[in-house]
């Protein structure tokens, strides 16, 4: 297999590499609760999407 004749510099390498950094999660408000969620997803706060009820949440119970 074939090596390369000269030692490849750091800043082509970041260069090629660019796309491959994390991005922070793009979030957008619920319209019921106005919380930040997820696109296309479900809130985790009160569980509407496209304004239904998907998800059943659960209240915390306290555990003596």
């Known amino acids: ?14 260069a090629r590499r660019s796309h491959l950094g994390f991005k922070p999660a793009q979030l957008t408000e619920c319209p019921q609760c106005h919380t930040p969620r997820r696109p296309h997803h479900p809130c985790q ?20």
């Open 1 to 14: 297999m074939p090596l390369p004749k000269r030692k490849y510099p750091k800043a082509r390498q970041g």
């Open 45 to 64: 706060v009160c569980g509407n999407y496209g304004g239904r009820q998907a998800l059943v949440i659960k209240a915390p119970t306290l555990q003596e």
